[in-house]
Structures are given as C-alpha cells and as structure tokens.
C-alpha cells in the first residue's frame, strides 16, 4: 500500500489545487496574523498560546475545508468513473481506504505545517521570538479534532452522498457566524479572546476548562467513530 | 477456472428487471463473446461475474463455491475493462499502471507493466500524463490495467471502442492469443470481432439468452432464412427483413432475413451478423 | 442580434435551474440576518438598524450565493459533458460572456423582487422618517452591486483555475478577508461597505457616495480580472497559457482589461473620500510651526459657495495682514486636503503659493509668498470635495453636503492659517457668507447667529455671521428651532424638522433642561458664551459629538424614536448628548492642555466621569454601573493586562503601522475609561459624591490663571488632597 500512498499524495498534493490553495490559505494567515494575533489577544503576547490558539481557530475552517476538498478527490463523479476499475482488483477496501485516507492526512497535515511555519515566520520577523514549546498545547488542542472530525465526518457523509461532503465543508463558515456555547467556543475563536480574561492573572498559563476539553474531546470521538464507521462494513473504499 | 450461472435474475432497485432467470457455464479456456442488443442485460452479466453487483436471486458459482464468498479470489484473478470508467488523469500512464499493480498486488510490477504496455502498444506513451492522451490511447490504457498481472479471467466491456481498424485486430488477435488457457468474456456490438476470435457465444435479449454456443451453430440455425435480391422485385411491407442495401449500376441490392424466404430472393450463405439479426428478428416478431 | 438570442437563451435556461430558485429564495430572505444577527452599522438610527443592515446582509449573503450559484453553473458544463457540445455551436468564450451575462440578469432579477418586498417591511420599521430615496440607493448600493462583484469574483476564479474546489476556496478567501480582517480598511471591504450609520433625519449622500466609490472601483478592478480571467478560457484544446497567448492577439480584450484595471487602481490611489493625513495621531507638526516674526492677521472673512448637488465646496477667503517684518514671508494655511488652492492674489496682485502633500488631522498644508507690504489683503481662492479623517474612515458621513445638510468643519470651511498669530487680543475675527438653499438654516457652530443678508431669486439665500476664532464649523440644514431656559442660560434647540413629532412626543426639551440643570446646580453656572446662550444643535449622526464656547452638538441617534421611548430610561435623552452637553463645563468653560495627545488627563475623564453621575441620577444605579462603570474598569483592566502596555519593548521592534495601531487605541483608552475610574476612585477616597461634586465646584468655579488658564491633573489631585500614587490601579481596578 505504499506505493498507494504514494501515487496518492502525488494526485492530491503534485497539482495546481493544492499549490493554488497553500497560496490562498497562506495569504489569509497572514492578514489574521497581522490584524488580530499581532495586537495579542485577551491582553497576553502575540505569541501565547491564547493569541496562537485565536490564530489556529481562524485558520481552522479553511484546514477544514482543505481536507475535505482533497476528500473530493474520491468522491467527485471523475474519481467514481475510476472505481469501477480498482473496485474490480483484489485489494482489501479497508486498506486502500486507509491509504487513501494517509494521503488525505499528509495533504492536510503540510496544509497545518504550512500553517505553523508561516505562525514561526511571523514571530521570528515582527516579535523576534521562538519558543515554540509553548504553543504545542493550543494547537494539540485545536488542530486534531478539526482535522479528526473533518475527516471522518466526511469520509463517512461522502460514502452516503458525494454533495454531503460539500455540505460538511461549509458547516465552519456557518458556525463562524452563529452564537455558539461557551464550550464550542474553540470552534469560533471566542475561547482564547474570553477564556483567559477569567483565569484571574496575567500571561495565564494555557489551561481548558472542562466542557471544552469534553467538546474538543467529543469532537475528537465523534470524528474517529464516523472514521471508523466508514470502514466497518465493506465500504472504505473511494471516501 | 468455471462460472456456473444458475436461475440468476438481477432487479434494480428502480424495479427495472435486468435480467431474469439466466442460467449459463462457462469454463476456461474459452473467448466468449456476448452480443445482444442496447438494453439486453450485457453489463448487468458482467458486473454480476466481476461482483460488482450481486443477483437479486439464483446463484453464481466460481470453481463449485458461491461467488459472494470467492469475490476476493475473483479478484484477484481478474482482469476488467468496463465500458465506461475513468483514470487518474494526474498521473502518467505508467504511473497509473503502477497504481494499479500495487491494487492487484502485484510485486514485480515493472516487468509486468513493461509487458502490457508493450502488449497494448503504449510504450511511447508511458511517461505522458493520462490528461494528454486520446480517446483511443486512453481506451488502450484500460485494456493495459486489465492485462496486468495476466489474469485467469479476463471481462471485456466494449474493449474496441474507439480504436482504429488496425489496432481493433490487433486486440482482437492479442485477446485471441490469451485466450488459450484463460477466460474471456468479450461483450461487443462488432460482430466481426466476436466472429473471427470467439470459440462461444451469447446473445442476450430482455435479459435472457437466446443462444448459446459455437457460433457456427448459430450460423447453421440460420441457413435457408438469408437472402438477396432486387429492391424493385420486392413489395412494399415485404416479409423479408432487410439488413443491406447496396447501390448498384442495375439497381439496389438488398440483402435480408425471414423466416421463410419469398419467391424474389436468393438464398444465401449467412454470416454470423446475418444470423445473429435472424435471431433477433424472430425474437422481435414473436 | 444572435447574441441576444443566445443571451435569452441561456438565461431562460439558467432560471429552469432548481439551484437557481433556491439562490434566489435565500438571497430574498438574507435581509433577514441584518435584522436578527449580522449587524455590522452600529448606530442607532432607525435607518441604521432596519434599512442599512438588512440591506448590508443582503449584500453579504446574497454575494455568498450567487458566488456559489456561479461556480455550480460554470462547472455543471464540464460536470455534465455538455461543455464538448456547446462549444461546438459557440466559441468557449462567448459562452463564458453569455454565462455571465445570464447570472448577472438573474441577479438583477433577484435583486429587484427582493428590494420590492422588503420595501413595505422597511417602512412600517422605519416609521415616520421613512425616505424612500435613501431606500432605493441602500438597497442598490449594499445589495444590488455586492451580486455582480461576487459573480465576477467567482466567475474570474473558475476561469483561471478550472477547478471548483480551488474557485471555492478562493472566493472563500476572498469574502472572508472582506468580512473580518479587512473590515478596517474601508477600501478592502468589496462585499460588506464600511457603511456604520444612516442618518433618519437628514440626508446620507456622502456615505452613498463612498459606497458608490468604492462599489465601482472593485466593479472596474473585478471586470478586469474577469476580463483576464476570459482570456485564460480553454480553447482549441489548449491548455490555459496557450488559451491565454491565443486571447491577447486580438488586442481589444487585453486592451480593455488594461483599461479597467488600470481604471480602478488609479480611482483606488486618488480616491477623494478620505485624506491620507499622518495616521501617529501624536504628530501635531502644523501646531509646532513657529509663527512668524512681524506678521500679523487682524480680520479675515470669507465667501462659500456650496454645491448641494455635487456635494462639494467652492470659496474666497480674504486676510488682512500686517507685515512688519519688511521683508517677504511664507505664511500656511491648513486646508481641508480635499480642496485645492487656485489663485492667491496679494493686493490683487498674483503671489506664488505651493500646495503641500503633507496632510495631519485632515488637513493639508499650502504655504504662500507674502509680499514685504506692511499691509496685505490676501485673497484666496479654494474650493473642491471635502475630505474626511482617514482615522476615521471606516465611519464616513460626516462633512454631508447635501440640500438637506451640510456640515463644513474648520478648514473645510475656511482655510486656517498656521503660522500667524492675531493682530490684538482678539483671536482671528471672521466673517462668513455663505450662499445655501432658501430652506435651509444656517447655524454657526458657537455663539454667533447667522441671518439672512439676500434672498436670490434662484431659490437660494445668501446668510452671514461672524465670529472669533482660527477653526470655525457650521451646520446647515432644514431645521427647526426650540427655546429652552434652563441653569440660567438661554438655550436653542435646533433638530431636523422630519424629527418634530418625534421630539415633541418624547419631550427631548424637557430633558435638555434635566440634564443643564443637573450641572449647574452641582458645578455652577456656565459664565461664557453669548450673553449666557446655549446652542444644542442635533448633527446628522456623527458617533459622538463635540461642544465648543456656546454650542453642543448632540448626536440624532440619541433622539431617534427607539431611544427616547427606551422605557429603561424614561424620557431622557442618549448618553452622548449628555457627553456633549456636560463638555460645556469641562473642557470650555475649564480647558485642558492641548498637549500630547496621548495623555490620559484631559477633558474627557471629567466629562464621562460626570456623564455617568448623570445617568445615575436618570436611569439608577444598575443602569449607570452596567454601562459606565463595568465597562471603564473592563476596560482598565484590559489596559493593565495589554502585553504591550506590560512589555514596551516589543512594541518598539514592531513597524511602524502596527505600533501606531495599537498605541492610538490604548491612549484612547486611557481618557476615556481610565482617567473616569480614577476620578471614581478619588470619589470614594475624599468621602463620597457629595465631597467629589464640592470639589469639582470649587475647581470649576476657581481663579484662572490666565497665563496657564488650563486645568491639570496636579490641580485635581491637590484639590482631592490625595497623591498620584493613591489613584493608581495595579491590575486590579475594584474600588
């Protein structure tokens, strides 16, 4: 299955869409981290977790929908024209899911390194400044229920409809826009502006009351059990 | 390797029936050809044999076992050329071909790719991307991935669709040429393809078979029913069933089908087009 | 004459598209999030909140939609395989222009439905001061042209890529910069306009104008993109360089692209809307120029001329110098940078001037060549588009010139001269002409009145007044005028005569009265001003207001029908006039050094600190803690904890742009919030309100020192009896 993964990660990642989209992902990071990370948020550093975590939110929809679309790639009607040929060959369906699904996770894991390198950038230019240690616990936080609930969710919508997976695309836009609760508040951003203004001191260590680290942790179990629900059965392959 | 067909009738969830109440064996080495009009139940058949579907009721046996418990084994015996699919545009065709190596978990891949491209005359192409080819060199492609691994079973949907003249015998010869110890199932509308290569046929209409058998029996049932003769001999609402008109500098030529021919035709010595539309035509007028 | 037929054609065919309907329902039912959640014009106005963002949320969403509805019809071609056969009939790029076309009538269409429905809704909402004028331009504006742009955007996207994911993705980006982190750049904002108030009572072309401005310059810049984008449309079965290199060999495309967007990039450098004055509001380098040795002015007066239709400004101002210096001198004047200088004569006698590029706190410097006359008449002629302050650029609206309204302040209305000082003690007299409308008011922004000198018999008036000063701001409009006694002064009342039922309704005089009361009864009398007069005049809506020896200005969002039926606050008026009324006795009849800027004394902590005593005795002290207090030590807070204020030194390292953006907002806050709390804080420390107000009357009514007539915060503190240290807030701001 390697040389799977690796034709994969050719077809996902060797082509405009990817470059075109690193671009507009890239741009849009750096006009966040100009206008909102850079004042610092919630009063500590640009460079806090909090400030970082603000930063990880914004960039969350557009990682979001960057795994998704590379999703499209098995889903579209010109990768289910394909199916039928390598549906037709012996490979176990749950193993070429899941290579299929490695090369998802590398595309969107250089979408999050891309993410984190323009962040490191940044800081070291305008704020001369590199202890990244301290940012591992927001974007652990952040990062993998968006890429977990993403990916499962919509490798599990996109084998009941290809549209769903659209549809699941725009749904952090949507919330982006919607009053949510204070435990999903990670989910738009409000968590790092609000969250630390409350812990009483200042440059507050990183720390996640408990409903968010439940939501995070649901979003994280809901995301793997959709993951694992798309390969129970015989259905893992095309996404 | 032997697929034993037993009452299979294949309903789609639309309640359109494809097939109804089919029983068939076919048995390698073989080159079989299945003919039957649009909307006969061909792909339906071959589906069902690569298991991509499975029947709505009856069985199909692969060596003495139920096919739904063989379907890996199937696979990795077979090689599928559907009549329509698509390829990873993005890649070039080696690199497909290695895609599909690695699915068939084939492990000397270079070999074997080397081989089918030299098989299905690509090796020019093997570095171009899958985007740049013509419809002909991509058709030649999805032969290529369904050569690879040299399978035991070997499903061909439509494989001479978009090939030129000279390329279409030269497939029908390699098809031909692997035949001789393996299965192949070749759906066509060329007659002239099942013709000169299949060993067996199987004409299909409304999802049931008309015939089956060497093709030559097929040709002998229609002997004494073709004809030709003159259009102007003939009446208007004749009851000879016209499959050829030729212009000719003492008038149009007419070659045709019934089940008893008139006083106005020639008999003739029958192709197998001749008698597979015979066929057809008493099916449509029953 | 084919082209029509295919144009009618594809539309026909695009409105037999079930997406097509649903896009149009959810762009038909947008303006509904304007009124539930997405409100992005903050004022108060009824025309605010039930015309400009609905119609903003129409904008926004319905461009969201019909981008979407554009990239699945572009794509629906290729999806289906119908693309092979079209572009056999017709070449790919008409079809592509047809495309266009087609959506772009569909969302005319759309656009038009939704505008007419929600025509009778905004009425009832807006009530009484309903304009329909300003409907149509809000809707057009805000709504209709957000739908081409979007269309365009998304279109263009398709074409250079080919790829719905990627054209997703890009419009995504593209609406998304627009809708948060350019939402402070009011040239940035193609899809949601910086637009943050209607006016209810008065006109609102300036902001239609900067709408418009900005509406079409991303018109003409998207027009060429797509243009470009056109050319990269696949052809031949080429690939999109080769498409594109095919394009450009018929020059028209290329040449039209070039030309809209060059277009739009020079609109988008000389926009005339907002100045480019320096953006460290700490600079104040026209203040520090020195005055010249031996010049003096003793009179000036001046000619105005506005265009109520155009909206712009025409005048010649006249100065009476004394040039002892014998010698040639250059004299500044400030000008509103809109404006250009075109002739100065010096004793008629043409003098060479210079306009300056220079601009700081909305004005331009221009320097002149006084000749060495003793006496100098100098005429100069000014005139063109008054500019507002680019700090304030994402709430324009302010220098309205209308035949409904006009603001001109300062040197928008008469340039200022910089470096030379009054002859005599009197500080620049000035007399003004100003030829306006017949139904409009003109009332002089201090204690002077205006009245009409001639009546012409094209329907305009020509009114005159004078005054003191080297500023000057006057207000025009259809107003109307209400004497109020009140503290011992005489106080008119102007408000917008489309508002008189509203006001009489809510008794706003009555309230003025409670609130000059209230001052004079706890500070004491106001001992300047015309003959103990007051003018309150309501501005067309500002955000805030300002006072000066004689006059308010107060706010109309303070009087619109919802704030002054508020039943939380009884009968009495918004905040911000009490803001403004109460700057009459901190901040003129006791002035605060204009010095750095940045300085957290100034008349603003009295004035919020009284301002919310106020507000305490009117609405009770939930009320007064909820919006006054909670928020001010919010705010200290804040300030305390800012990394920066903590941290200096990385405030130093960061460029210049992003340090001046966040210094200029933390001095802000220091006025405002802080400054307030601390004065509540000596409240409690010399023994309670009482104590406090005792102390306030004795500062307000102390001695001056007319040398240093200023009241510093070493006076406050002395007079509190209390150290600097005392009112000093640590992080923690609890009192």
């Not at chain 3, 706010?555 to 009884?570: H, I, S, V, Y």
């Not at chain 3, 200023?710 to 009112?727: M, N, Q, R, S, V």
Request: aromatic fraction near 12%.
């Amino acid at each position: 299955m390697k040389r799977i993964v690796k034709y994969e990660c050719r077809r996902l990642i060797w082509n405009r869409f990817f470059f075109g989209f690193l671009g507009i992902f890239l741009f849009y990071g750096w006009q966040v981290l100009k206008h909102e990370v850079l004042p610092g948020v919630a009063g500590t550093a640009p460079f806090s977790p909090w400030s970082f975590g603000s930063y990880l939110s914004r960039m969350a929809p557009f990682l979001w929908a960057g795994t998704l679309l590379f999703l499209t790639f098995f889903t579209s009607r010109k990768a289910r024209r394909a199916a039928v040929l390598t549906d037709a060959s012996p490979a176990d369906p749950r193993r070429y899911g899941l290579a299929r699904c490695a090369a998802v996770l590398t595309g969107a894991g250089l979408l999050t390194l891309a993410c984190l390198g323009e962040a490191a950038f940044f800081y070291g230019r305008y704020v001369h400044w590199g202890h990244w240690e301290t940012l591992l616990a927001p974007a652990l936080t952040v990062l993998p229920p968006v890429l977990a609930l993403a990916l499962g969710g919509g490798w599990f919508l996109g084998r009941l409809r290809p549209w769903l997976v659209v549809l699941w695309m725009a749904l952090p836009f949507l919330w982006m826009a919607l009053p949510l609760p204070s435990a999903l508040g990670i989910w738009n951003g409000s968590f790092f502006a609000e969250y630390p203004l409350t812990l009483g001191s200042l440059d507050p260590g990183f720390s996640l009351p408990g409903a968010v680290a439940a939501a995070q942790g649901a979003a994280l179990g809901v995301g793997g059990i959709a993951f694992w629900g798309s390969f129970w059965g015989n259905a893992g392959r095309g996404g | 390797m032997e697929f034993h067909i037993q009452d299979v009738t294949m309903t789609y969830p639309n309640g359109k029936q494809a097939l109804g109440g089919l029983s068939l064996r076919l048995g390698s080495p073989s080159l079989t050809g299945l003919l039957g009009p649009n909307g006969a139940g061909k792909s339906t058949l071959i589906r069902l044999l690569s298991a991509a579907l499975m029947p709505s009721s009856g069985v199909i046996q692969l060596d003495g076992a139920p096919l739904k418990d063989r379907e890996m084994e199937l696979k990795s015996r077979l090689g599928y050329l559907p009549q329509e699919f698509g390829l990873f545009d993005e890649l070039t065709v080696w690199q497909f071909l290695d895609y599909m190596a690695a699915l068939k978990g084939i492990r000397d891949s270079r070999a074997a790719i080397r081989q089918v491209l030299q098989d299905v005359r690509l090796e020019e192409q093997a570095k171009a991307r899958i985007r740049t080819l013509s419809g002909g060199q991509r058709q030649r492609v999805g032969i290529a991935q369904a050569l690879l691994g040299d399978p035991e079973l070997l499903i061909l949907d439509e494989p001479t669709v978009g090939l030129d003249p000279e390329e279409r015998i030269h497939f029908r010869n390699l098809f031909s040429r692997t035949a001789q110890n393996r299965l192949v199932l070749l759906s066509t509308h060329i007659i002239e393809d099942v013709q000169s290569v299949c060993d067996h046929l199987i004409v299909l209409h409304r999802g049931t078979i008309l015939f089956s058998g060497a093709p030559e029996r097929l040709i002998q049932a229609a002997a004494g029913h073709v004809g030709v003769f003159w259009e102007q001999d003939a009446p208007e609402n004749g009851e000879i069933s016209v499959t050829a008109r030729v212009h000719t500098a003492c008038g149009v030529r007419c070659r045709g089908v019934a089940g008893v021919l008139p006083s106005y035709a020639r008999p003739e010595e029958p192709t197998l087009e001749d008698a597979y539309l015979y066929l057809i035509s008493r099916e449509v007028a029953r | 004459m084919k082209f029509v037929r295919l144009f009618l054609l594809e539309f026909f065919r695009l409105l037999q598209s079930p997406f097509t309907w649903l896009t149009a329902l959810a762009t038909a039912l947008s303006p509904l999030a304007g009124l539930l959640f997405y409100q992005p014009a903050q004022a108060g106005t009824m025309a605010t909140q039930f015309l400009a963002n609905p119609a903003l949320a129409g904008g926004v969403c319905g461009g969201i939609f019909f981008a979407l509805l554009t990239l699945e019809e572009l794509d629906r071609a290729s999806r289906s395989r119908v693309e092979v056969l079209a572009d056999a009939a017709v070449p790919p790029r008409h079809l592509a222009l047809l495309r266009l076309l087609a959506l772009i009538a569909a969302a005319a269409l759309c656009f038009g439905v939704t505008a007419a429905l929600w025509f009778p809704a905004s009425r009832r909402l807006i009530g009484s001061v309903f304009d329909t004028g300003d409907y149509v331009l809000a809707y057009g504006l805000f709504m209709g042209l957000a739908l081409p742009l979007s269309i365009l955007a998304a279109s263009s996207a398709y074409q250079f890529t080919r790829r719905t994911d990627l054209s997703l993705a890009l419009v995504a980006a593209f609406s998304g910069l627009s809708l948060t982190v350019w939402a402070g750049d009011w040239q940035l904002c193609w899809l949601n306009p910086s637009v943050w108030a209607l006016s209810d009572d008065f006109s609102n072309l300036r902001i239609f104008r900067s709408v418009a401005y900005i509406r079409l310059t991303w018109l003409g810049a998207l027009e060429g993109v797509w243009v470009i984008s056109w050319l990269f449309v696949r052809q031949w079965g080429k690939g999109p360089l080769a498409s594109f290199l095919c394009g450009i060999r018929r020059p028209l495309g290329p040449l039209l692209a070039l030309c809209l967007l060059a277009g739009s990039v020079s609109a988008w450098a000389a926009q005339p809307l907002v100045d480019h004055s320096n953006p460290d509001l700490t600079v104040m380098t026209f203040d520090a120029l020195s005055m010249l040795e031996g010049v003096t002015c003793s009179r000036r007066s001046a000619q105005v001329f506005p265009d109520t239709h155009a909206g712009t400004v025409s005048g010649k101002a006249v100065y009476q110098l004394q040039n002892r210096s014998g010698s040639p001198q250059t004299a500044a004047l400030a000008v509103n940078p809109g404006y250009s200088i075109s002739s100065v004569l010096a004793n008629g006698t043409p003098v060479p001037f210079s306009p300056g590029d220079y601009e700081e706190y909305n004005e331009a410097m221009a320097e002149v060549t006084l000749p060495a006359d003793p006496q100098i008449e100098l005429e100069v002629e000014y005139g063109g588009f008054p500019q507002e302050s680019r700090s304030m650029s994402t709430m324009q609206g302010r220098l309205e010139i209308s035949g409904q309204y006009l603001c001109l302040e300062n040197s928008a209305l008469i340039p200022r001269l910089l470096n030379v000082s009054p002859e005599g003690e009197e500080r620049y007299p000035t007399s003004v002409e100003i030829i306006l409308p017949s139904h409009m008011t003109v009332i002089p922004f201090c204690a002077s009145e205006a009245a009409v000198t001639a009546v012409h018999s094209d329907g305009t008036s020509t009114w005159s007044y004078e005054y003191t000063g080297s500023g000057g701001i006057l207000y025009a409009g259809d107003y109307l005028r209400e004497d109020i006694f009140a503290g011992g002064l005489s106080i008119q009342f102007y408000y917008g005569r489309k508002h008189q039922a509203v006001m009489e309704a809510a008794g706003a005089a009555e309230a003025i009265q409670a609130v000059v009361d209230y001052c004079t009864e706890h500070y004491g009398p106001l001992s300047f001003g015309a003959d103990g007069s007051l003018k309150l005049i309501q501005s067309r809506v500002s955000g805030g207001g300002y006072a000066t020896n004689g006059a308010s200005l107060l706010d109309e969002a303070d009087f619109t029908a919802a704030n002054l039926n508020d039943q939380n606050k009884g009968t009495a008026p918004g905040e911000v006039m009490i803001h403004e009324l109460v700057h009459q006795w901190w901040g003129l009849a006791n002035m605060f050094a204009p010095g750095d800027p940045k300085d957290p004394w100034s008349a603003e902590g009295l004035t919020c600190y009284t301002t919310y005593r106020i507000a305490k005795e009117l609405y009770g002290e939930d009320y007064a803690a909820e919006h006054y207090v909670n928020p001010w030590k919010q705010a200290v807070e804040d300030y305390h904890r800012n990394f920066y204020v903590r941290n200096p030194q990385y405030l130093s390292i960061l460029p210049e742009e992003e340090r001046l953006q966040i210094t200029n907002r933390l001095a802000e806050l220091r006025q405002y919030c802080e400054m307030p709390l601390k004065i509540r804080k000596a409240e409690t420390l010399v023994g309670g309100e009482a104590a406090m107000d005792g102390i306030l009357r004795g500062l307000f009514q102390r001695e001056l020192d007319w040398a240093y007539p200023y009241l510093t915060y070493e006076e406050f503190l002395d007079a509190c009896g209390l150290e600097k240290e005392e009112l000093d807030f640590e992080t923690n701001c609890e009192i």
